[in-house]
DNA sequence: TCGAAGCATAGACGTTCGTCGATGTTCTGT
DNA sequence: ACAGAACATCGACGAACGTCTATGCTTCGA
């Protein structure tokens, strides 16, 4: 069987780090799914990041372009691309582009698969 | 009502950053409810302390000391414990000391209830 | 065609983080 | 009382992070 890296997001984490379907209190998780979840949660942990993903989520039509985004958090606009880039890049958010605006939306799922990832006995 | 500032802990996490009981994806979270939950997730978000929090719930007697981990993690002692305080003020772990010895063990519910916090829509 | 708007990228800078060696502290056994 | 074991704390150092300014890239409208 041929094995296939596939980078690893938010909505594909569920029972799928470090190829062990156990949770944490199990038996010891592997070095590669620590690995890979401490990136998940990182990208998580920051609180203009949590801002986000709560100001998008609750924004009508749950999207939201940058300019949006930029004056209530108070940064500035490269530093809110940096973050949503972050965000994107770790499986929280899409992005769609319609004329010169950018919109990002809530991945469908994706904080659940990570809140499943956290879940003991 | 006289309000009482308390340090906020994974175990008391659930329902109560920010003052408020909605999930991420009602309204925006609050300012100080970002920053008390980012620090919740920054305290995870490390490949040895998610190593750590692995291996102290599948040790026997769902505890262990910190000769028990340093060997396997690779890391030295100092360090060891340098992560355990991390996640002790955190919430997520409770020590103990019996004789010299000192027994860290996981905080029932501590996860679940960080987990309960990524819970979205 | 050209200027402006919206966004991404690049580079820089101060801060935080993870790790280490050295040292202090507490407890046990002799 | 003393030596050793287990652990915590301290100080230092390199790497990673968050933020900024400056700049480049598209897209739209005049």
Redesign the pocket.
């Given at each position: 069987m041929t094995m296939i890296e596939l980078p690893l997001t938010a909505a594909s984490a569920a029972c799928c780090i470090g190829d062990t379907c156990a949770p944490l209190t199990r038996e010891p998780i592997t070095v590669d799914g620590a690995r890979d979840m401490s990136l998940l949660l990182?990208a998580l942990?920051?609180?203009?990041?949590l801002r986000l993903v709560s100001m998008i989520a609750a924004h009508e039509g749950g999207e939201a372009?940058?300019?949006?985004l930029?004056e209530p958090l108070?940064?500035?606009?490269?530093?809110?691309?940096?973050?949503?880039?972050?965000l994107t890049d770790a499986g929280y958010l899409t992005?769609t582009?319609?004329?010169?605006?950018?919109?990002y939306t809530l991945v469908p799922g994706a904080l659940d698969s990570v809140a499943a990832l956290l879940r003991t006995v």
């Open positions: 990182k942990a920051d609180p203009m990041r372009c940058v300019c949006d930029t108070g940064l500035t606009q490269p530093t809110v691309s940096h973050h949503l880039k972050v992005r582009k319609r004329g010169t605006w950018a919109y």
